[in-house]
């Protein structure tokens, strides 16, 4: 059993979230704007449901930006496989229903929830508040005890 | 929408500041899911590292910002997103903790591992996707 916290080393965990912050920040100092990245998932849907929960100003103003920013996210993971990863492509083992049916709760919640890690974990921590800080304890606790029950039962 | 909000140095502003983000998401292994699965199964602790670090600058960044600047360097102003603790907030917070613990990708790292090729991750984005639609048809 490895007793270590950081079986992996730290250091590229540590300069990582200081560039994905950096990021963040970066947005914010230019642009004014806070970005958070579930809510791209629902401003998207305003291009095409016409249902007036996804023309809500808030979708419809700022959907445009929202999926910029998406596309610099594949840009800046592209620049990093290309430049410091040597092209290996990135595979996960993870069965495609997990992704699928994970994936869908992750959809659904954060945007139920108006947050995920980066919108409550990142964003909401880094402007001090509270109920986004309790919303991390529950998403970490719920995933915590998932993450372990579906190692137990599905490996 | 007003044109300063559209206008092309915003517009590149935000790519780069989302190219920063999915060069820090990937440099940090968080757009692989095993990464984060092994994190919620307490085997490997660099998650607190890239939230933390990433916290930490969006802290100073948020407080100093404000304080320094007029406004943002390209215009608009300074927006504040509050977040509320309800119902919604609480139950939507668990369930994409449930998601988040099945599939070990969150909506970032879903959009970025495409930019690595990882493109399994369509699996998770299409679901991520899906649950965003059905979680606004179903709301009033």
Same mark, same amino acid.
């Given at each position: 059993?490895?007793?270590?916290?950081?079986?992996?080393?730290?250091?590229?965990?540590?300069?990582?979230?200081?560039?994905? $912050?950096?990021?963040?920040?970066?947005?914010?100092?230019?642009?004014?704007?806070?970005?958070?990245?579930?809510?791209?998932?629902?401003?998207?849907?305003?291009?095409?449901?016409?249902?007036?929960?996804?023309?809500?100003?808030?979708?419809?103003?700022?959907?445009?930006?929202?999926?910029?920013?998406?596309?610099?996210?594949?840009?800046?993971?592209?620049?990093?496989?290309?430049?410091?990863?040597?092209?290996?492509?990135?595979?996960?083992?993870?069965?495609?229903?997990?992704?699928?049916?994970?994936?869908?709760?992750?959809?659904?919640?954060?945007?139920?929830?108006?947050?995920?890690?980066?919108?409550?974990?990142?964003?909401?921590?880094?402007?001090?508040?509270?109920?986004?800080?309790?919303?991390?304890?529950?998403?970490?606790?719920?995933?915590?005890?998932?993450?372990?029950?579906?190692?137990?039962?599905?490996? | 929408?007003?044109?300063?909000?559209?206008?092309?140095?915003?517009?590149?502003?935000?790519?780069?500041?989302?190219?920063?983000?999915?060069?820090?998401?990937? @440099?940090?292994?968080?757009?692989?899911?095993?990464?984060?699965?092994?994190?919620?199964?307490?085997?490997?602790?660099?998650?607190?590292?890239?939230?933390?670090?990433?916290?930490?600058?969006?802290?100073?960044?948020?407080?100093?910002?404000?304080?320094?600047?007029?406004?943002?360097?390209?215009?608009?102003?300074?927006?504040?997103?509050?977040?509320?603790?309800?119902?919604?907030?609480?139950?939507?917070?668990?369930?994409?903790? @449930?998601?988040?613990?099945?599939?070990?990708?969150?909506?970032?790292?879903? @959009?970025?591992?495409?930019?690595?090729?990882?493109?399994?991750?369509?699996?998770?984005?299409?679901?991520?996707?899906? $649950?965003?639609?059905?979680?606004?048809?179903?709301?009033?």
């Amino acid at each position: 059993m490895n007793l270590s916290l950081f079986p992996l080393g730290w250091q590229h965990y540590l300069l990582g979230g200081l560039l994905v $912050g950096a990021g963040a920040a970066l947005l914010f100092v230019l642009t004014g704007r806070i970005g958070g990245m579930s809510t791209v998932f629902s401003s998207s849907w305003s291009y095409l449901v016409r249902r007036p929960f996804f023309q809500q100003a808030r979708f419809v103003d700022s959907r445009g930006w929202r999926l910029v920013y998406a596309l610099g996210l594949v840009l800046g993971a592209l620049v990093w496989w290309l430049g410091f990863a040597g092209g290996v492509r990135e595979a996960t083992a993870v069965p495609v229903w997990q992704l699928l049916v994970g994936g869908f709760f992750v959809g659904y919640g954060a945007r139920l929830g108006n947050g995920c890690t980066s919108g409550h974990g990142i964003c909401g921590l880094g402007s001090l508040q509270w109920p986004s800080a309790l919303a991390v304890l529950t998403f970490m606790a719920t995933a915590f005890l998932t993450a372990n029950l579906a190692a137990r039962w599905l490996a | 929408m007003t044109t300063a909000n559209m206008s092309l140095p915003r517009s590149l502003a935000t790519l780069a500041a989302g190219a920063l983000f999915g060069f820090g998401l990937s @440099i940090s292994t968080m757009i692989r899911p095993e990464v984060v699965l092994s994190f919620l199964r307490l085997q490997d602790f660099g998650l607190m590292l890239v939230m933390g670090g990433a916290v930490l600058v969006v802290l100073l960044a948020y407080k100093l910002a404000p304080r320094l600047l007029a406004r943002p360097l390209l215009g608009d102003h300074f927006h504040a997103h509050p977040s509320v603790w309800n119902r919604d907030t609480a139950l939507g917070a668990a369930l994409f903790g @449930i998601g988040w613990g099945l599939c070990g990708v969150c909506p970032g790292p879903a @959009i970025a591992g495409l930019g690595a090729g990882n493109w399994s991750l369509l699996w998770a984005l299409a679901g991520i996707a899906l $649950g965003a639609l059905v979680q606004g048809l179903r709301a009033k």
